[in-house]
């Protein structure tokens, strides 16, 4: 079955700090998905990233940036020079079964990231 | 282009009674997710729709039930609540169902409290 870790359940940083937020994942499939969420205080998750598994080109969009490693299961999210808007619950989740008739989404518990000013 | 929408956004039931969310998925989607939230377990999977049709279900008890009307739009009812049924419920919606890899778009949730 799969399964999402974040070990990291909570983070502080300040304002200007770069942090990594981990996520190690488990599953079957030869084929499958990645997604980091952000959740802010008003609850709603908010997609970042979506990286399939044939894809291990690290990614960067403004001050995010992902690494994708297979061989260790990984896929971990960076936030360069942090700012207090960043402070939120962030998910990693997986989503397999790429050639069945659904997306679920399975989660990792959750790193709430907190940036001071 | 209107985000995903659900009603009610809070909601306070006591014990025994039932409950009925509802959640519009962005116009065009014809695949909707139903996740619980909770502070002990997590973002959990419910059930997905697509097309009228229950596509996937997860592993929850058989008072958590839900359906998908021809628009698309869809709820989940839960019966006789208990009070561990209190949770942040999160809609998602997406193009289509299958392949994976498909973008979910989540709703603000509904807060439901179970006294």
């Known amino acids: 079955a799969q399964k999402v870790t974040q070990a990291q359940t909570e983070i502080s940083v300040v304002e200007k700090e770069d942090v990594t937020l981990d996520c190690v994942y488990e599953t079957r499939d030869t084929t499958y998905y990645l997604f980091w969420y952000k959740q802010p205080p008003s609850g709603e998750l908010v997609f970042l990233i979506r990286r399939n598994s044939f894809d291990e080109q690290n990614e960067i969009s403004g001050r995010y940036s992902w690494n994708f490693q297979k061989s260790t299961s990984s896929f971990n999210f960076t936030i360069t020079a942090s700012q207090v808007v960043d402070s939120a619950v962030y998910f990693c989740?997986?989503?397999?079964?790429?050639?069945?008739?659904?997306?679920?989404?399975?989660f990792g518990k959750g790193t709430m990231l907190l940036v001071s000013p | 282009k209107a985000g995903v929408t659900q009603t009610p956004r809070y909601l306070i039931k006591t014990r025994g009674q039932q409950v009925t969310l509802s959640c519009s998925p962005i116009?065009?989607?014809?695949?909707v997710s139903w996740y619980q939230q909770t502070p002990g377990q997590g973002l959990q999977f419910l059930f997905e729709?697509?097309?009228?049709?229950?596509?996937n279900k997860g592993n929850f008890p058989g008072r958590f039930s839900g359906r998908q009307f021809s628009n698309s739009r869809s709820e989940m009812n839960v019966s006789t609540l208990e009070l561990g049924d209190s949770a942040l419920y999160l809609c998602?919606?997406?193009?289509?169902?299958?392949?994976?890899?498909?973008?979910?778009?989540f709703g603000p949730g509904t807060r439901l409290t179970v006294l």
């Open positions: 729709y697509f097309s009228e049709t229950q596509r």
């Open positions: 998602a919606s997406s193009l289509r169902a299958g392949g994976g890899g498909n973008e979910q778009f």
């Open positions: 989740a997986l989503s397999e079964a790429v050639n069945s008739g659904y997306s679920t989404l399975t």
């Open positions: 116009s065009g989607h014809r695949s």
